[in-house]
């Protein structure tokens, strides 16, 4: 019999995975070494978490819904050492939880919050060794995308900013129980080092990146007129005339390092 007797619940966006062949294909992607830190955020009912335990004997799992802790902390018990904290993932210190060594963070995000999730992740890069998240694969989509595709956006120049994207393979809705309405996918994130990031003020590159896409079928010059003007985004060699969809990373991060006017 199961431990977990609580329906999956919409609202926290519980799709378990239960294909072991996907489930087997993300762990090697993960390939966890000895020593590793890895915290796993919405452990659910513990579909990568009990095999990731078997084979790596203790990580950390964070997870929102109070109801799934004790059968998960019952069901670990006699597979490896599960710490669970159970809190909203965004309210959570990563840096704090890292306790000084890089974490590997690893999670069937739930679809709704990913891209908080991802932007907190973010927030607490210099704390973590690297990413592997299922997500909605549109999601992926738009992470991964390079200037001129039509997905191409902030979240794409935000995470490809800070770090390499390498999406991995696509997961279909059968994997999961209830099946999402989407197709999934699974991506690595590697955070860059602070030198190859380059940007000088992480607040400023934020805001021009909001502002640049905020209105993408405006140019440039319009866009972006309450953080830069036309002399400041030609001083960073972009074309002032372009729509922020054809601009790099790089010219994002010129333009964000320019004394403000
Ligand atoms: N890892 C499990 C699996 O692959 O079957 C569950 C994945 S399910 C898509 C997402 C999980 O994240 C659920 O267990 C859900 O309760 C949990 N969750 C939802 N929102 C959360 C949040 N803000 N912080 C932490 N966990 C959350």
Not at 80 to 86: D, E, H, I
Not at 94 to 121: C, Q, W
Not at 164 to 193: C, H
């Given at each position: 019999m199961s431990l977990f007797n609580e329906p999956p619940k919409k609202s926290l966006g519980q799709h378990f995975l239960h294909e072991r062949g996907v489930i087997d294909k993300i762990i090697l992607a993960i390939d966890p070494r000895p020593g590793d830190r890895i915290v796993e955020i919405g452990p659910g009912q513990g579909a990568l978490t009990l095999p990731l335990l078997a084979r790596h004997g203790a990580l950390t799992a964070i997870e929102f819904?109070?109801?799934?802790l004790l059968p998960l902390a019952a069901a670990a018990s006699d597979v490896g050492q599960l710490t669970l904290v159970s809190a909203d993932a965004l309210n959570v210190d990563l840096t704090v939880l890292a306790d000084g060594e890089p974490m590997r963070l690893v999670g069937n995000l739930p679809y709704n919050v990913s891209s908080p999730i991802l932007f907190h992740a973010l927030d607490h890069a210099a704390a973590i060794r690297d990413m592997h998240f299922m997500l909605q694969k549109e999601v992926v989509d738009r992470m991964a995308a390079t200037p001129g595709s039509k997905v191409y956006g902030r979240l794409s120049v935000m995470l490809q900013a800070y770090c390499r994207v390498t999406p991995l393979f696509m997961v279909p809705p059968g994997a999961f129980r209830p099946p999402p309405k989407v197709d999934s996918a699974v991506v690595r994130l590697v955070p860059r080092a602070p030198e190859e990031i380059g940007i000088a003020d992480r607040a400023r590159f934020a805001a021009i990146v909001r502002a640049a896409f905020g209105?993408?079928?405006?140019?440039l010059r319009n866009a972006l007129h309450d953080v830069a003007d036309t002399t400041m985004i030609q001083a960073a060699g972009i074309d002032a005339g372009l729509r922020a969809e054809q601009v790099d990373v790089a010219g994002f991060v010129r333009l964000a390092n320019l004394p403000a006017a």
């Amino acid at each position: 019999m199961s431990l977990f007797n609580e329906p999956p619940k919409k609202s926290l966006g519980q799709h378990f995975l239960h294909e072991r062949g996907v489930i087997d294909k993300i762990i090697l992607a993960i390939d966890p070494r000895p020593g590793d830190r890895i915290v796993e955020i919405g452990p659910g009912q513990g579909a990568l978490t009990l095999p990731l335990l078997a084979r790596h004997g203790a990580l950390t799992a964070i997870e929102f819904d109070r109801d799934l802790l004790l059968p998960l902390a019952a069901a670990a018990s006699d597979v490896g050492q599960l710490t669970l904290v159970s809190a909203d993932a965004l309210n959570v210190d990563l840096t704090v939880l890292a306790d000084g060594e890089p974490m590997r963070l690893v999670g069937n995000l739930p679809y709704n919050v990913s891209s908080p999730i991802l932007f907190h992740a973010l927030d607490h890069a210099a704390a973590i060794r690297d990413m592997h998240f299922m997500l909605q694969k549109e999601v992926v989509d738009r992470m991964a995308a390079t200037p001129g595709s039509k997905v191409y956006g902030r979240l794409s120049v935000m995470l490809q900013a800070y770090c390499r994207v390498t999406p991995l393979f696509m997961v279909p809705p059968g994997a999961f129980r209830p099946p999402p309405k989407v197709d999934s996918a699974v991506v690595r994130l590697v955070p860059r080092a602070p030198e190859e990031i380059g940007i000088a003020d992480r607040a400023r590159f934020a805001a021009i990146v909001r502002a640049a896409f905020g209105q993408r079928r405006k140019t440039l010059r319009n866009a972006l007129h309450d953080v830069a003007d036309t002399t400041m985004i030609q001083a960073a060699g972009i074309d002032a005339g372009l729509r922020a969809e054809q601009v790099d990373v790089a010219g994002f991060v010129r333009l964000a390092n320019l004394p403000a006017a």
